[in-house]
């Protein structure tokens, strides 16, 4: 309630000898009284013993008397719990002898709780304290402002047991209020209020949006928002709103809302969290000529060192492009990664692979290689760009769509299905398929292995792996091998059989029983 101007001149409570005041966490503003020649000075002038004011918050009282002085009650009999005087522009207390902030003076039996006060107090005389004037009566879990009050004191006369100073600072800290219920009956945003009742504040909760970023080694986001449970006033809703993730880092991340706060007729705000995708940034490694991964942490116009690939591919937060404007790439130093990051090698002309790359371990990674970029169809001074593995080179991919190829600007991007084991390679089917580790065939040698049909157009990419100890007993069957048939415009490439034993009757090989397509960079030991 605003009092000012809803009452009479200088209207107070005379003795109040009710059982009780119960203020419903209500506050009452703007109350004003200018009496300087009287004694027994507040909102109540006396509180009898065997009544109570509870629940009630004072809010710019200003108070002008002579002797036993407080915003609240002048001279205290009863039982004061869970109130507050407090100043947001004007408020203040002062007078001559026995002056508090929320109580002049606390009489024999009389008691308060949980209360405190934190307006300006002042006074000419003796007994002038930021919370009571004079006590001899008992206070528990109360507290004043020492910059707020201006005193240095709770209690100037008396017992001081039960009663703390606090700076402005502390003053907005619910740790520092012990003893206070913030369960059920206060509530507090620490950093920006002083302890508020929360009985008539209303709740209202804020459900954050969910979003994506780019990482930017920050875990703030400017682009949040969020729905309120109910139409609010804004007015009433303070502060300014600030959105951050649980970790900075690329990767799923729990988004959660502070900044926001209200006053003691706003809102009690609580928060449901949101889901950021925090999505990993792009660092390119750039020559206008071949471009090389080499050994050691430089990084120029010609190359980049595994040190320096490793300090981005390796952290997480970003896809690498190691791209050739004018010319090949090459790798000729060993690159590993494990957090699910992407690593593309991009050339104007072709790509040389001279050491192993891997990205098994861990969360994995992917691998993608763009080659013949330096035309739209991949075709450069009439010879058609490729990519080669050196001999005895691997690429270690986890299972699943890790490894594409792209042929040329304007060319379709060829995802392939990476398989590494041979329940995989039984069902591999007719799609683009990769090995991304060497496989273990020697079961095949009690079970029945069926030939593979490689599909028109598709392509089957050892990654330099191997295939071991593959048995294939199909004694009456023509097209016999791993693959039965190879298609036109199919590939296989870059592929090892170790030790296999293949029987069939017509069109029979280690590699395919007849291949209309393209085999390269394979070999095959064993019995055929």
């Given at each position: 309630?605003?009092?000012?101007?809803?009452?009479?001149?200088?209207?107070?409570?005379?003795?109040?000898?009710?059982?009780?005041?119960?203020?419903?966490?209500?506050?009452?503003?703007?109350?004003?009284?200018?009496?300087?020649?009287?004694?027994?000075?507040?909102l109540f002038s006396v509180l009898a013993a065997g009544s109570s004011i509870k629940d009630l918050g004072l809010v710019d009282a200003l108070v002008k008397g002579r002797n036993v002085v407080g915003a609240l009650v002048g001279t205290n009999n009863g039982i004061i719990s869970n109130s507050y005087a407090t100043r947001s522009v004007k408020g203040s207390v002062s007078g001559v002898d026995s002056v508090g902030g929320l109580v002049g003076a606390n009489r024999d039996v009389a008691a308060i709780s949980k209360s405190y006060a934190s307006g300006l107090v002042s006074g000419t005389g003796q007994n002038v304290a930021g919370l009571v004037g004079s006590n001899n009566a008992f206070i528990t879990a109360s507290y004043w402002s020492i910059e707020g009050t201006h005193q240095s004191t709770g209690v100037s006369d008396g017992n001081t047991d039960g009663v703390s100073g606090l700076t402005e600072e502390n003053f907005k800290q619910s740790s520092q209020f012990s003893g206070f219920d913030f369960a059920n009956t206060w509530v507090q945003y620490d950093g920006y209020t002083a302890p508020l009742l929360r009985s008539f504040m209303k709740t209202l909760t804020l459900s954050i949006a969910s979003g994506s970023k780019t990482y930017d080694g920050s875990a703030e986001w400017a682009g949040g928002s969020y729905t309120p449970s109910m139409a609010v006033d804004a007015s009433k809703l303070l502060g300014t709103a600030r959105y951050t993730?649980?970790?900075?880092?690329?990767?799923?991340?729990?988004?959660?809302?502070?900044?926001?706060?209200?006053?003691?007729?706003?809102?009690?705000?609580?928060?449901?969290?949101?889901?950021?995708?925090?999505?990993?940034?792009?660092?390119?490694?750039?020559?206008?000529?071949?471009?090389?991964?080499?050994?050691?942490?430089?990084?120029?116009?010609?190359?980049?060192?595994?040190g320096k690939l490793n300090e981005f591919l390796g952290s997480g937060n970003y896809d690498v492009t190691v791209s050739s404007t004018g010319g090949n790439v090459y790798v000729n130093d060993s690159v590993s990664w494990n957090n699910g990051a992407t690593l593309t090698l991009n050339a104007h002309n072709n790509i040389y692979i001279n050491k192993n790359i891997d990205a098994s371990g861990g969360s994995g990674g992917k691998l993608v290689l763009q080659y013949g970029q330096g035309s739209s169809d991949g075709s450069i001074g009439g010879v058609v760009a490729d990519y080669t593995l050196a001999k005895g080179v691997k690429v270690n991919l986890q299972a699943g769509q890790n490894f594409s190829t792209l042929l040329g600007s304007s060319g379709t991007q060829r995802n392939y299905n990476v398989i590494t084991s041979l329940a995989e390679l039984r069902s591999s089917g007719v799609s683009d398929v990769a090995l991304g580790a060497d496989i273990d065939a020697s079961d095949t040698a009690g079970t029945n292995f069926n030939p593979l049909s490689l599909g028109y157009g598709k392509n089957f990419d050892g990654l330099g792996h191997s295939i071991s100890e593959l048995t294939i007993s199909q004694p009456n069957s023509d097209n016999v091998g791993l693959f039965s048939k190879v298609q036109a415009l199919s590939r296989v490439r870059d592929l090892g059989l170790v030790d296999v034993n293949i029987t069939g009757q017509n069109a029979v090989g280690a590699l395919a029983g007849k291949s209309s397509g393209i085999i390269s960079n394979s070999y095959a030991t064993g019995a055929v």
């Open positions: 309630i605003d009092m000012d101007n809803k009452l009479a001149a200088n209207f107070y409570f005379d003795t109040f000898s009710a059982a009780e005041f119960n203020g419903g966490g209500h506050v009452l503003r703007n109350f004003k009284l200018d009496l300087p020649t009287n004694d027994n000075l507040g993730a649980d970790s900075k880092d690329a990767g799923s991340r729990t988004l959660s809302l502070s900044g926001l706060y209200s006053g003691q007729d706003g809102y009690i705000i609580s928060y449901q969290t949101g889901a950021l995708t925090i999505n990993k940034a792009l660092k390119t490694f750039t020559g206008s000529g071949s471009y090389s991964v080499v050994a050691g942490s430089q990084e120029d116009s010609t190359s980049v060192g595994t």
